[in-house]
């Protein structure tokens, strides 16, 4: 564990990040002093905390999931694996802070949802789903398949989900995956794959993972608008909710800590419950073993308070002003203040998702299981783009207000034909990229700032729900299409290979 290089790492994919920000904010969209003082601040400990947390999840977490995930294989007992793969999905969402908070928002839009039974609904689409996907590991049914069933299955019910409801539902499958899940989820698949000796399997559960809430939520809509109708609220609540204490630099920050200790703690908490048991029942570790994996679960802890402190302190709520002051200045002076704010919405896509935890941890994983053929800087790049792609589209619609569904069904349409060209385990990572893709970062951040500009457009603040969706969406193209060239390669230098290897025998038949 080289906490140093770790360091280095995270602050080269944050500070240009706060950089861009703090342009921005001294030139073309002045913000306070006070504002800009506060958003460094916060990027600091956005820093500090990412370092700590994925030391953590080094040390104790991606060991914790896959000696679980192992063990549960090794026991041939299927009901068994599936009972507790439900049970562990169900667990962790339900304490997942980002789902009670999405919670609130819903519940912020449209009164008529019942946040209770929302957030519950969407744990048992978790956990649910990634029973299928270890079962789909475990029998080695196709991934590709397996999505583009799953995905059918999703368009065809999104004919009849209300226009106001579809960007919440596909917004629930980012939702999900946070910070504390994603690892433990990746490392799970991980597990069961190596005893089936074939890691690159378990590319695809946190994919198949993040279906379960869509289609949960979709279903979930139909019985509201039987029974209650989708009865709309207002969005001061959602604002209000993202409005940070302006009394002073710090006290922004000290202000958040009790909630957001208390969050923190609630999401380790599931997992310590887990490794309790099944160290109990199942593990056996050593001393030593368990020492390590619980000292790497406090490092976690405490890199994730301080991380949400720095992203809900300082990040959040200046991504809501820069947001509405280009919104406004676009909207009131048109022309080249609208091509500010999509190249704006683009750049801040491609960086922001560098800087997420979950895509730490699967980039490093795949160049793990690759045996470095996958290059993590490669596979930077392209979520980069497929970020950025998103973040722009949603600047796009906060201007023109068209609907949802005139990018998802194309765009999925889309990645699900680029499958009949990519390898298999780059569909897995496409797919899972697009879980890890919407993190903290960007359902703070991100998601604040295109609050910020779809207040001044015409599109109404409805249409904040379908960022996350959007930003999901993108990566299983963008991974996709480094696939069909990483293929195009491969079969190209098979060529060239068995070119000259005729070419020899040709030269050695002629002597």
């Known amino acids: 564990m080289n906490l140093l290089e770790k360091l280095k790492e995270t602050a080269v994919s944050v500070l240009p990040v706060m950089v861009i920000v703090i342009l921005l904010g001294v030139t073309v969209a002045p913000l306070p002093a006070l504002e800009l003082v506060r958003f460094a601040i916060g990027g600091v400990f956005l820093i500090i905390g990412l370092t700590i947390f994925l030391a953590g999840v080094d040390l104790g977490i991606e060991p914790m999931g896959e000696r679980i995930g192992a063990e549960l294989t090794k ?130 559960l946190t994919g198949v993972t993040s279906v379960g809430p869509v289609l949960a939520v979709l279903f979930y809509s139909f019985f509201v608008i039987k029974n209650q109708g989708l009865a ?164 796009v619609r906060a201007v023109y207000g068209f609907s949802l569904r005139w990018i998802l069904i194309p765009g999925y349409a889309l990645s699900l034909l680029c499958m009949i060209f990519s390898p298999a385990m780059f569909t897995g990572i496409a797919f899972d990229s697009g879980g890890v893709a919407s993190g903290p970062i960007t359902s703070t951040f991100v998601l604040s700032f295109a609050l910020g500009a779809s207040n001044c457009g015409n599109s109404g603040s409805n249409d904040v729900f379908g960022v996350i969706a959007l930003v999901a969406m993108t990566p299983l193209i963008a991974i996709q299409v480094l696939g069909i060239i990483y293929q195009v390669k491969k079969n190209r230098d098979l060529r060239n290979r068995a070119s000259r290897l005729e070419k020899n025998l040709n030269i050695l038949g002629d002597l």
Do not use: H
């Open 232 to 395: 709309a609220g207002t969005s001061e609540t959602l604002a209000q909710a993202e409005t940070v204490v302006k009394s002073g630099v710090m006290s922004s920050f000290t202000g958040i800590m009790p909630t957001v200790l208390k969050e923190s703690f609630t999401s380790v908490l599931p997992l310590v419950f887990l490794f309790v048991v099944f160290q109990f029942f199942l593990l056996r570790m050593t001393l030593r073993q368990t020492v390590r994996i619980l000292i790497g679960i406090v490092y976690a802890f405490l890199g994730l308070f301080i991380f949400l402190v720095g992203v809900n302190g300082g990040f959040m709520q200046t991504g809501r002003e820069l947001g509405l002051l280009l919104g406004q200045k676009a909207f009131s002076l048109g022309g080249g203040w609208f091509v500010l704010l999509i190249a704006t919405g683009f750049v801040l896509g491609a960086i922001v998702v560098c800087a997420e935890p979950a895509v730490w941890v699967l980039t490093e994983q795949v160049e793990s299981v690759s045996g470095g053929t996958i290059k993590r800087r490669l596979l930077l790049i392209f979520l980069s783009v497929g970020a950025a792609s998103a973040i722009a589209l949603a600047m």
């Open 75 to 204: 026991k041939r007992k299927l009901w068994l694996l599936l009972f507790c793969a439900f049970l562990i999905g169900f667990l962790v969402t339900v304490a997942e802070p980002d789902i009670q908070v999405f919670g609130d928002q819903v519940k912020s839009v449209f009164s008529s949802v019942n946040k209770n039974v929302f957030v519950l609904v969407i744990a048992a689409g978790v956990g649910i789903f990634l029973l299928l996907g270890l079962l789909r590991s475990v029998l080695n049914f196709s991934v590709k398949i397996t999505f583009l069933v799953l995905y059918v299955i999703i368009f065809a019910l999104v004919l009849f989900v209300p226009e106001d409801f579809l960007g919440v539902a596909f917004d629930s499958g980012g939702a999900t995956t946070g910070p504390m899940t994603v690892p433990f989820i990746l490392a799970l698949g991980l597990g069961v794959s190596s005893v089936r000796k074939d890691d690159k399997e378990s590319f695809g």
